[in-house]
């Protein structure tokens, strides 16, 4: 199931959006469940919603820790 989560969840109190994808709690919640239509119409949006963000967490992502690690030759 394609899913626009990026392992950063943390919500923006400002817009009601995760600062790592763009969706509400709700969409979060309900995403399993949504038609594979209505979960396009979401990612749609995303890029429009993110844009409205003002600040991004700080935070290193689990991926981004990842990456790091291999660039640095561990595991």
């Known amino acids: 199931m394609e899913s626009p989560c990026i392992l950063v969840c943390s ?3 400002t817009t ?3 600062h790592g994808c763009g969706r ?3 969409e979060i919640g309900a995403w399993t469940v949504l038609s594979p239509t209505d ?3 979401i ?3 995303l890029p429009a919603r993110l844009e409205t963000i003002e600040k991004k967490p ?3 992502t689990r991926r ?3 990456a790091r ?3 640095q030759g561990g595991t």
């Open 11 to 13: 919500i923006d109190m």
């Open 16 to 18: 009601g959006y995760c």
């Open 24 to 26: 509400t709690r709700d």
């Open 39 to 41: 979960r396009r119409a």
């Open 43 to 45: 990612m749609e949006t």
């Open 58 to 60: 700080r935070r290193e």
């Open 64 to 66: 981004q820790r990842i």
């Open 69 to 71: 690690l291999k660039a």
